[in-house]
């Protein structure tokens, strides 16, 4: 952010260039999100009522996330006007930026200038989907999809939902960006996706981004590759020598 504010400072004209290019930019670290894996998912989506209206919203919020890797502010800020149904596209081009349910901005524009990208939705997404937008409907809601009441909902009740139903089926409590790293552990240990793959869903614009990180994620490739590796060269021995007069060992006698 220095540094930015710095670009800003020169493009003012109040600097002529930003020194703070000269040096190297300071590591953050490494952290480490805790995620959910495929079979934790499918512990936290069994707790859930999808009879009762708000639970069954909580499910759609849970499953898209998981699903679709979106960002939290990217998902608060879906409408229906950004999914596809039919085509199975869901266009992510805003974010929510909101201080109550009566102050909220839908900004057009996501976290970069990558991340405004459209996915394709599985076919279990749009039928939940669909299903979803009927139950809406009978509820008199048309706008928001993450919605009970037409209006968006607050960040602080996505991590309350999670923490709920995460509690309530014995796996690790995560963040809502843990979801997004989920859904890349799921891809990658599921369907040993394609760097490229993962990095155009993410909204990274590029590879080495993904790489940087998400790499440790993809440390059990090298597990599938030993074992697709097992068997694979085909030969048979030699049933008599075709080496003639070696003698490369001379310590050794016939």
């Given amino acids: 952010m220095f540094r930015k504010s710095l670009d800003y400072a020169v493009i003012l004209q109040y ?35 999808t009879n009762d209206f708000y639970e069954h ?8 996330y998981y699903m679709t890797r979106i960002r939290v502010s990217e998902g608060l800020a879906l409408t229906w006007d950004d999914v596809d149904l039919s085509r199975k596209k869901l266009r992510i081009h805003h974010t929510l930026e909101m201080q109550n349910q009566n ?48 209006l968006p909902l607050y960040r602080s009740t996505v991590q309350r939902i999670i923490e709920r139903y995460a509690t309530s089926a014995k796996v690790p409590v995560i963040q809502g960006k843990g979801l997004r790293h989920s859904h890349v552990s799921y891809l990658i240990n599921e369907f040993n ?27 059990r490739n090298d597990e599938v590759i030993a074992e697709q590796m097992t068997g694979n060269i085909n030969f048979t021995f030699a049933t008599k020598s ?13």
């Fill in 103 to 150: 102050n909220f901005i839908r900004k057009p524009y996501t976290k970069t200038e990558n991340g405004m990208r459209t996915i394709t939705l599985d076919n279990d997404t749009v039928s939940i989907l669909k299903e979803w937008k009927n139950t809406q409907n009978r509820h008199g809601i048309e706008h928001f999809i993450l919605s009970y009441t037409d």
């Fill in 242 to 254: 075709n080496v003639s007069n070696f003698n490369g060992n001379q310590a050794i006698k016939k």
């Fill in 193 to 219: 996706a394609d760097i490229l793959v993962v990095s155009q869903r993410l909204g990274h614009s590029s590879p080495e981004i993904t790489l940087k990180h998400y790499a440790h994620l993809w440390s």
């Fill in 57 to 64: 919203m909580c499910f759609v919020m849970i499953w898209l």
């Fill in 15 to 49: 600097l002529n260039e930003n020194i703070s290019k000269r040096t190297k930019a300071i590591s953050k670290g490494k952290t480490s999100v805790k995620y959910w894996s495929k079979e934790e998912f499918e512990k936290v989506l069994s707790v859930i009522y």
